[in-house]
T-cell receptor
Framework: GNSVTQMEGPVTLSEEAFLTINCTYTATGYPSLFWYVQYPGEGLQLLLKATKADDKGSNKGFEATYRKETTSFHLEKGSVQVSDSAVYFCALDAGNNRKLIWGLGTSLAVNP | ETGVTQTPRHLVMGMTNKKSLKCEQHLGHNAMYWYKQSAKKPLELMFVYSLEERVENNSVPSRFSPECPNSSHLFLHLHTLQPEDSALYLC??????????????FGSGTRLTVV
């Protein structure tokens, strides 16, 4: 079946450090891939997406590239800020466009 | 107003109470969802409405009753809940066209505590 696996957190970094949060998936066909972010006390916000292989999604300094050969969609940011502290969720849509498959989320804490 | 609005933000209810959660979207989307988010558990999809018809119900107990009177509004009616139902309840909407999913827009959630 379809599934998403994220690296376990929590991830703790110092400000301006490089961030990678790994996400791999299992799916038939050509899913769309998403990263969502949840700030404390809030709902989830769409951070970026990619709909086909080799697409790169980007937003707010975050990037993720859809790698079909490795079935991965790792989230990266070159220099994190304290305000990036949040929980990050990887998700896929395998073609049933009313339902996303979610990872468990990775908590990120950025210290000054 | 823009986006997806959920009310109330916080709710404390006794196990014998009846309450309702409200969700409203101003995005013109054609699908709406209820999710349950509990600590240390994956997001749980509860209900999906597409064009005001319920298209998915993931074995949710009958003490949760959804209602979608029109494409902009979604309710979750609660009665005789249990303490384990305490969680963050998230509403989301999306515009699904053909096979393309443009992603969900979430509300800020209702933090429910059952005492």
């Amino acid at each position: 079946g379809n599934s998403v696996t994220q690296m376990e957190g929590p991830v703790t970094l110092s400000e301006e450090a490089f961030l990678t949060i790994n996400c791999t998936y299992t799916a038939t066909g050509y899913p769309s891939l998403f990263w969502y972010v949840q700030y404390p006390g809030e709902g989830l916000q769409l951070l970026l997406k990619a709909t086909k292989a080799d697409d790169k999604g980007s937003n707010k300094g975050f990037e993720a590239t859809y790698r079909k050969e490795t079935t991965s969609f790792h989230l990266e940011k070159g220099s994190v800020q304290v305000s990036d502290s949040a929980v990050y969720f990887c998700a896929l849509d395998a073609g049933n466009n009313r339902k996303l498959i979610w990872g468990l989320g990775t908590s990120l804490a950025v210290n000054p | 107003e823009t986006g997806v609005t959920q009310t109330p933000r916080h709710l404390v209810m006794g196990m014998t109470n009846k309450k309702s959660l409200k969700c409203e979207q101003h995005l013109g989307h054609n699908a709406m969802y209820w999710y349950k988010q509990s600590a240390k558990k994956p997001l749980e999809l509860m209900f999906v409405y597409s064009l005001e018809e319920r298209v998915e119900n993931n074995s949710v107990p009958s003490r949760f009753s959804p209602e979608c009177p029109n494409s902009s509004h979604l309710f979750l009616h609660l009665h005789t809940l249990q303490p384990e139902d305490s969680a963050l309840y998230l509403c989301a909407s999306s515009q699904a066209t053909g096979t393309v999913n443009y992603g969900y827009t979430f509300g800020s959630g209702t933090r429910l505590t059952v005492v």
